[in-house]
């Protein structure tokens, strides 16, 4: 196996060229297909650059772009349904739980504080902490982790958030079980939150502002 340590890469152009080169990989690898080949991706580079006859007519790659999006597609609504499936079996089985409350909309919350404060309405500016997992553990965001309390709108985050808000007294810390369709639904968010994922918040509320 090559040592990349062997071959320092000790001029400018040859930095500049390495990154253009990594950009892209990096690229490459974000939006990849399964049975990609770096090989031929390399010689496609290479003959572009070149001048070099394309290997591949424009009509064979249109059509294999067209079958590898279909194969793209196809394996990315099995995995949306993976994630839903996932989500509804986890609020199903948590909704047994005797201190779990499950609201009409769907959403599930369990109180870890009662605090005794005056409650948000929807026109309400809040500060809270939170700490935001998917149903297997993984957190997507933490105001906890960073340190710094978040202030926003109670009309301005998702469905959850916004009723849930709207009955916990100010002191309170709730657990919040939240179904896709009142958080991020069928989009997701920024890469973080996959489409048609359910969400787990535990929220404080600090201060009505």
Do not use: C
């Not at 990989?25 to 939006?31: E, M, V, W």
């Not at 394996?75 to 409350?101: P, S, Y």
């Not at 709730?174 to 968010?189: D, F, I, K, M, N």
């Amino acid at each position: 196996m090559s040592d990349n340590n062997e071959s320092p890469i000790s001029t400018d152009e040859g930095r500049v060229s390495y990154g253009i080169g990594r950009q892209m990989g990096d690229q490459l690898r974000d939006n990849s297909f399964d049975g990609v080949d770096i090989a031929l991706v390399q010689r496609g580079l290479g003959d572009a650059f070149n001048g070099v006859e394309s290997a591949v007519s424009n009509q064979d790659l249109q059509a294999a772009f067209q079958v590898i999006s279909e194969k793209v597609r196809e394996a990315q609504a099995e995995q949306h349904k993976e994630l839903a499936a996932e989500g509804e079996q986890f609020l199903t089985e948590n909704a047994k739980r005797d201190e779990v409350i499950v609201l009409e909309s769907g959403l599930q919350y369990e109180v870890l504080e009662m605090g005794e404060g005056e409650k948000p309405v929807l026109n309400s500016t809040v500060r809270t902490h939170y700490h935001g997992s998917l149903v297997n553990g993984t957190v997507f965001d933490s105001s906890v982790e960073r340190g710094q309390p978040a202030e926003f709108p109670v009309s301005g985050v998702i469905s959850g958030w916004t009723e849930a808000l709207q009955l916990m007294p100010t002191g309170s810390k709730w657990r919040l079980y939240v179904p896709y369709q009142l958080a991020y639904g069928e989009q997701g968010s920024q890469g973080a939150i996959p489409p048609f994922a359910a969400l787990i918040f535990e929220v404080q509320l600090l201060d009505i502002l």
